[in-house]
């Protein structure tokens, strides 16, 4: 029978990688429009600005894909290189499951699946941010989407765990 998630898991393994070879134009453009308005509410009720006049790297190792990103006047800003002091790098599927709740941040750091690397009161400040985000102010059809493939991964995971 064909499982629609495990399907979109499998495309997103094959697709993901192809944004590495998207010029960092593009992706900052598309980056920071979409942060923007994803997390709109939350920039207005200032909890991003942590971030503000500090710079922090997310690295999608796998993908070979890194972004710095910045708060300035309220609104997400990325570039490709800036002074960061804290960077958390990881592979994309820790990242989906830390975006979809599957996986609490704390397991995900502290099993070495997301590193977090330099100024470590920053670094637990953007955990504490990523804990606090309400998934109830991103759009359901995006929720819904992110909940599925996490569900996926995390399935996939407790079954390798559990042949290993």
């Known amino acids: 029978m064909l499982n629609p998630r495990a399907h979109l898991v499998n495309l997103g ?3 993901l990688p192809l944004a590495a070879k998207t010029p960092f134009l593009l992706q900052r453009l598309a980056l920071e429009r979409s942060l923007n308005q994803v997390f709109a509410e939350a920039l207005d009720d200032g909890a991003f600005d942590v971030l503000d006049g500090h710079w922090m790297k997310l690295e999608v190792a796998d993908l070979g894909l890194a972004w710095c990103l910045t708060c300035e006047r309220g609104k997400l800003r990325i570039a ?3 002074p960061v002091e804290v ?3 990881g592979n994309w ?3 989906l499951l830390l975006a979809s709740r599957q996986e609490d941040p ?3 750091f502290f099993r070495r699946r997301l590193v977090i690397e330099g100024d470590t009161e920053l670094g637990l400040a953007i955990k ?3 804990d606090s985000l309400d998934p109830d102010t991103l759009p359901g059809w995006l929720w819904k989407l992110l909940q ?3 569900e996926e991964v995390a399935a996939a995971n407790r079954a390798q765990a559990a042949n290993a």
């Open 93 to 95: 599927r820790e990242f």
């Open 80 to 82: 490709a290189q800036a």
């Open 128 to 130: 504490n941010l990523i």
């Open 148 to 150: 599925g493939a996490g």
């Open 87 to 89: 960077s958390i790098r």
């Open 106 to 108: 704390d397991t995900l």
């Open 13 to 15: 393994g094959r697709l």
